[in-house]
Nanobody, 121 residues
Framework: QVQLVESGGGLVQAGGSLRLSCAASGSIFSINAMGWYRQAPGKQRELVAAITSGGSTNYADSVKGRFTISRDNAKNTVYLQMNSLKPEDTAVYYC???????????????WGQGTQVTVSS
């Protein structure tokens, strides 16, 4: 099994910053990619940012220039630095990992439990 443990969410004023962390553990042979998704009330879950094992990144247009995703491969950890936060960024943020398990390198996709980010105006 694979576990994703998230931290760093909270309440911040517009224009402020937060840093989210997600550590993956369990029966992981390798990680292909990790990313952050978010879901606001009444809306579908959307990709915020993703990073591959090779370091390639992808961002939603709404966060480009404000958010930065990074990773520490040795720790199986991904980070999301969120600057210049807006009320529209308010959502539950979920960590995601695309991995291969130690069980014969079987692919798998896993989600964290989510962490609340609230940006006040």
């Amino acid at each position: 099994q694979v576990q994703l443990v998230e931290s760093g969410g909270g309440l911040v004023q517009a224009g402020g910053s937060l840093r989210l962390s997600c550590a993956a553990s369990g029966s992981i042979f390798s990680i292909n990619a990790m990313g952050w998704y978010r879901q606001a009330p009444g809306k579908q879950r959307e990709l915020v940012a993703a990073i591959t094992s090779g370091g390639s990144t992808n961002y939603a247009d709404s966060v480009k220039g404000r958010f930065t995703i990074s990773r520490d491969n040795a720790k199986n950890t991904v980070y999301l630095q969120m600057n210049s936060l807006k009320p529209e960024d308010t959502a539950v943020y979920y960590c995601n990992a695309d991995v291969r398990l130690t069980l014969l390198r079987v692919p798998g996709n896993y989600w964290g439990q989510g962490t609340q980010v609230t940006v006040s105006s």
